[in-house]
Structures are given as C-alpha cells and as structure tokens.
C-alpha cells in the first residue's frame, strides 16, 4: 500500500549509542518531516526537507541529524542518545509542502535507558 | 510556547451527539488543518483551510476559521464510537520554503455508545 513506512516500530536504546530512524515514502513527495511526540506537549518539528538534497531545521533539532539523498528516504540520526530523547517519533510527507494535508508514518517509540 | 492551542483538552459526548472543538492560534497563517490521531497510531489529515475560507465541510465535518479572533472550529456532526480519538489543529506559518507545519497538544475526543 501506498504511504509512510518507518522502521524500527520500538526500540530501546542505552545512553550514549547511536541510531537511525528510517522513513520511506513511495507516493513522490517532495517535502518529508520529522516529529516527536511527548505526553502534554504535541508534535513538535525536529528537521525537515523541501526535496533530496535539501534539509533544514525545525524547533527542536538538537541531538538529531538527517539527510535526504533521495526523494523517497529521510532517515533521521541520533547522535549520542539521552533519556530526554525518549519519545515517538513520526515522519510525515506531502505533495505540496505546508500547503496541503501530510501523510503520517505509524511512528516508532524509541526508549532511552 | 505553542503556536496552536485547542480547547477543551478534553471532551466526552454520547453517540448521535454533536462535537465541537477549538483552536485558537498567535501570529498569521497560511492554512490550518485538523488531524485525528487514534490510540498508538499515525496522525490522519481530516481537513485543510486555507487563511481567505471562513468555512469548509466534509462529510460530518464542518471547520470555521476567523482569523480576525485567530481561531478555528471543528463540528462533528451525530458523534459515533469510532470517532473517539485525540484531535489536533496545526498551523502552516512563515514563506516558501521555510513554512512550518505547528501543531497544538491535542484534544481527546470520548464518544460514549
């Protein structure tokens, strides 16, 4: 089916390791994201790209990095993980950017012991 | 702070009833758009407006946006069990490329049978 496909759906990580966050799109869009979700604090934006080649960042990029050598894949890294990065993590895409809806990955839950 | 700010944070209404939930933004935007989150899933785009519509309906849905007030309204109208689930209005705010999708902290929905 066509959609947002993240991989892993959990994971549990130890202080101080890396990892990354895969995020697969087949429906062509250009523009990819990267949120977080927290208990009592909504999604808040941590990187995002208009197009492969081109990423930026959003309100809470610290300790993250991404890069989108294709239109499809937006994978998101994590550095050196900290308890503070437990959270779910979504990537959404859409055909127009900002100005239309986004489709949303099922997420992945990432716990940081 | 958050850009979006939906009201009530939490709502419980028996099935047939009508729902009604706010959103009540800060600076200008391009669109707003409300999405539904089910229990342990992605986010689904539910409805876009855009800044110069005052009013849009789909299906059981009927979203209102002031931007004089800086704010929206979502109507669902004869609630039903399935609608139960957390609703979330976001703002597209800034130009071009570096418009950003925010997202308030959300509304939870109980539509008892």
């Known amino acids: 089916n066509a959609g947002v496909t993240q991989t892993p759906k959990f994971q549990v990580l130890k202080t101080g390791q890396s990892m990354t966050l895969q995020c697969a799109q087949d429906?062509?869009?250009?523009?990819m994201s990267w949120y977080r979700q927290d208990p009592g604090m909504g999604l808040r934006l941590i990187h995002y790209?208009?197009?492969?080649?081109?990423?930026d960042q959003g309100e809470v990029p610290n300790g993250y990095n991404v890069s989108r050598s294709t239109t499809e894949d937006f994978p998101l890294r994590l550095l050196s993980a900290a308890p503070s990065q437990t959270s779910v993590y979504f990537c959404?895409?859409?055909?127009f950017g900002t100005g239309g809806g986004y489709t949303f990955g099922s997420g992945t839950r990432l716990t940081v012991v | 702070s958050q850009q979006g700010e939906e009201d009530p944070q939490a709502l419980s209404i028996q099935e047939g009833e009508n729902a009604t939930m706010n959103c009540s933004y800060k600076?200008?935007?391009?669109?707003l758009q409300w999405y539904r989150q089910n229990s342990g899933r992605g986010l689904v785009h539910l409805i876009l407006?855009?800044?110069?519509?005052r009013e849009k309906h789909s299906g059981r849905l009927r979203v209102t946006l002031d931007t004089s007030k800086k704010s929206s309204s979502l109507l669902i109208t004869a609630s039903r069990a399935a609608d139960t689930a957390s609703y979330f209005c976001?703002?597209?705010?800034?130009?071009?490329?570096?418009?950003?999708?925010?997202f308030g902290k959300g509304i939870t929905l109980s539509v008892r049978p």
């Open positions: 959404a895409s859409s055909p």
């Open positions: 429906m062509n869009h250009e523009y």
């Open positions: 790209s208009v197009g492969a080649g081109i990423t």
């Open positions: 600076t200008s935007i391009n669109n």
């Open positions: 407006i855009r800044s110069n519509e």
């Open positions: 976001a703002t597209d705010i800034g130009t071009g490329a570096n418009s950003k999708l925010t």
